[in-house]
Nanobody, 119 residues
């Protein structure tokens, strides 16, 4: 079992910055990929960014150039630095971890952290 604990969500004005953190804990697991997804009000959950344990990153087009994902494998922690925030970035942000256990890969999710960007 893996637990993901997110932090860093807040209310910020447009143009501002926030940094989200997500720490994974548990025993006897190997994390393959960690990432951030978000769910805007009234919409479906969508990919924001992912990073592999090897450091390969992937971003949604809407956040490229503004958001940066990074990880600290020693701490099993992933970060999302969000700059030049826009009102349309308002959403609940969820941390995700893809974990290998034997021949299987399991998805785990955090509880979500609210990011609100005011005009």
């Amino acid at each position: 079992q893996v637990q993901l604990v997110e932090s860093g969500g807040d209310l910020v004005q447009a143009g501002g910055s926030l940094r989200l953190s997500c720490a994974a804990s548990g025993s006897f697991f190997v994390i393959v990929t960690m990432g951030w997804y978000r769910q805007p009000p009234g919409k479906q959950r969508e990919l924001v960014a992912t990073v592999t344990s090897g450091g390969r990153t992937n971003y949604a087009d809407s956040v490229k150039g503004r958001f940066t994902i990074s990880n600290d494998n020693a701490k099993n922690t992933v970060y999302l630095q969000m700059n030049s925030l826009k009102p349309e970035d308002t959403a609940v942000y969820y941390c995700n971890a893809a974990v290998v256990a034997g021949p299987h890969v399991y998805d785990y999710w955090g509880q979500g952290t609210q990011v609100t960007v005011s005009p």
